[in-house]
């Protein structure tokens, strides 16, 4: 089974500031790792993914995650954050072990917050 | 969001009523799938749809019936809906590859209201 936690329901950071979104996940294969964005009344929007190679992955807008596999966590980041940034952010994740599943497990979601 | 249209954008609907969404994925993908997203739950993904072969069925209801005539176009048809199936209704789409990496790319939505 495959899960992924989003522990803060919401975030603020004050423009400018760098922005941190947590995610941590639980696979029991080998995980690939997503992060999307949704504006309001809007469709998801792919930022950036993990498969495999270098555990900082760079994505749109200036986004970037870094998967830590002892901490079996994908936390989002961006070192200066937009006013424009403010969205829900989604992290999800899928469990390759094999059996070809194309089930993409979301976390609940985190409200990011970008404070003129 | 032009890869990936959906039609309506909102839809309002009787419980007796039967309408159908429409998705179109200009992406040139060959997998589409249908989720639904309601207030503070997460994405629930509904249905797969892999070469227009449904390989996935996640235990919906069968007042919900999708239909893939193409690689590009899916289908949702709702039929006797109720109160609690007013969600948002996304549209993905992606390649397939048996891998799990390949990335899915969504749809504006469908914002159903069932009164």
């Known amino acids: 089974a495959q899960s992924v936690a989003q522990p803060e329901d919401q975030v603020n950071v004050a423009e400018g500031n760098p922005l941190t979104v947590k995610c941590t996940y639980s696979v029991s294969g080998n995980p690939y790792l997503f992060w999307y964005v949704q504006y309001p009344n809007r469709g998801l929007q792919f930022l950036l993914k993990y498969i495999t190679g270098d555990n900082l992955v760079k994505g749109s807008y200036g986004f970037e995650a870094e998967f830590n596999k002892s901490q079996t966590s994908f936390h989002l980041k961006k070192p200066s954050a937009l006013v424009s940034d403010s969205a829900l952010y989604f992290c999800?994740?899928?469990?390759?072990?094999?059996?070809?599943?194309?089930?993409?497990?979301f976390g609940k979601g985190t409200k990011l917050s970008v404070i003129p | 969001e032009t890869g990936v249209t959906q039609t309506p954008r909102h839809l309002v609907m009787g419980m007796t009523n039967k309408k159908s969404l429409k998705c179109e994925q200009h992406?040139?993908?060959?997998?589409m799938y249908w989720y639904k997203q309601s207030a503070k739950k997460p994405l629930e993904l509904m249905f797969v749809?892999?070469?227009?072969?449904?390989?996935e069925n996640n235990s919906v209801p069968s007042r919900f019936s999708p239909e893939c005539p193409n690689s590009s176009h899916l289908f949702l048809h709702l039929h006797t809906l109720q109160p609690e199936d007013s969600a948002l209704y996304l549209c993905a789409s992606s390649h397939y590859r048996d891998r799990g990496s390949e990335t899915q790319y969504f749809g504006p939505g469908t914002r159903l209201l069932v009164l």
């Open positions: 999800a994740v899928r469990d390759y072990s094999g059996a070809g599943s194309y089930q993409l497990t």
């Open positions: 992406l040139g993908h060959n997998a």
């Open positions: 749809y892999s070469l227009e072969e449904r390989v």
